[in-house]
């Protein structure tokens, strides 16, 4: 499962540490899959899902108040005291985080048939707490716009990639005081995608030419003038290519135009330009999910480089505010 480190300007965990988030959410999956794999193979599977329901029940009814207040104090204890890291913060709070004491909240609606069909609710969970990782940290918080938990293109990265792939997802760049949106980048541990999607009706082909708008045909609609998905592949890599340039990111990087249902006709397109249609995808699909290196330290770093640019808005948690709010006031206070 592909990891989203950037969601539009939503705030990130990975923000605070790309080089802790990646290896814990690797850690966290393999360690609750393989209990879970383990339970299923052994028939225990019921008794799983018992001990899960009882310790949301007792979380989500029954709090340990006293016992979440000082843990939160001492968390937020680390901050004022000693200023270390937001993630080595966190570490207290897993498995027990104060806002999600399972952090792998398992619900099963229904008795798998399967293996492949636990692993896919498995899946789907998981892609719950990536949007939760990618629109919040242990302070803040975004407001993600509910469209994004049925997105079918950002659930086709995060589920069907290796954990070792990073992805923007609609970031937001802030260069030169200027707001800019771009589709997808992809971050291998060996190079880095600018994906452009073109996508319309099952078996659409796209006439592609070097003018500002391509041709849409489709067997059953007229004719549609559609713009040059180029133009925002173009403007995408140049972006990434200055990053890199600048936080000295030695990384490869490619862009394509995707279009995983329909047909792209362009025998004249640039070098540099990857067309993968209907016809390329499943070869290009599998190609991407066999690479199989674990995480790089030229990956991390060109992430970073990245994320220094999104622009992010947030909120602080209600939990945080009154502490905040007393911390500020102490330090404007008269001497």
């Known amino acids: 499962m592909a990891q989203l480190i950037k969601m539009q300007d939503y705030i990130s965990r990975y923000e605070q540490d790309i080089y802790h988030y ?6 966290l999956k393999k360690q609750q899959w393989d209990k879970l794999k383990a339970a299923y193979n052994a028939g225990e599977l019921d008794r799983l899902y018992s001990e899960h329901t009882e310790s949301e029940t007792q979380v989500k009814f029954d709090p340990p108040q006293e016992e979440s207040k000082g ?25 027990n985080q104060i806002e999600d004491p399972n952090v792998f909240s398992l619900r099963f609606p229904f008795r798998p048939a399967s293996l492949d069909e636990l692993k896919q609710n498995f899946l789907n969970q998981l892609l719950r707490f990536q949007m939760k990782w990618g629109s919040s940290t242990l302070r803040e918080k975004s407001f993600v716009d509910q469209s994004f938990f049925l997105d079918e293109r950002l659930r086709f990265f995060l589920q069907r990639f290796p954990d070792t792939f990073l992805v923007l997802y609609k970031p937001i760049f802030l260069l030169k005081n200027a707001p800019v ?21 099952e078996d659409a082909a796209f006439i592609g030419s070097s003018e500002r708008f391509w041709v849409r045909r489709h067997h059953k609609h007229p004719d549609k003038k559609v713009l040059n998905p180029l133009l925002g592949a173009n ?12 936080y000295e990111v030695n990384m490869p990087i490619k862009k394509v135009v995707l279009s995983r249902n329909g047909y792209v006709d362009y025998p004249e397109a640039p070098y540099d330009i990857t067309m993968v249609d209907k016809r390329t995808f499943p070869e290009w699909f599998e190609r991407m999910r066999a690479i199989s290196s674990p995480l790089k330290a030229q990956q991390l770093k060109g992430a970073q480089a990245l994320l220094e640019y999104c622009q992010t808005t947030s909120s602080l948690r209600p939990e945080w505010e009154a502490d905040y709010n007393q911390t500020e006031g102490n330090e404007h206070a008269a001497p």
């Open 235 to 246: 403007r995408m890599t140049n972006i990434v290519s200055q990053l890199f340039e600048l």
């Open 181 to 201: 949106e771009v589709e997808v980048i992809l971050l291998t541990p060996v190079d880095a995608w600018c994906i452009t999607f073109l996508e319309a009706e």
């Open 22 to 27: 990646p290896t814990q959410f690797a850690r």
């Open 71 to 95: 843990l939160l104090k001492k968390v937020k204890g680390i901050f004022h005291r000693t200023g270390k890291l937001e993630a080595e913060a966190e570490e207290l709070l897993i498995p």
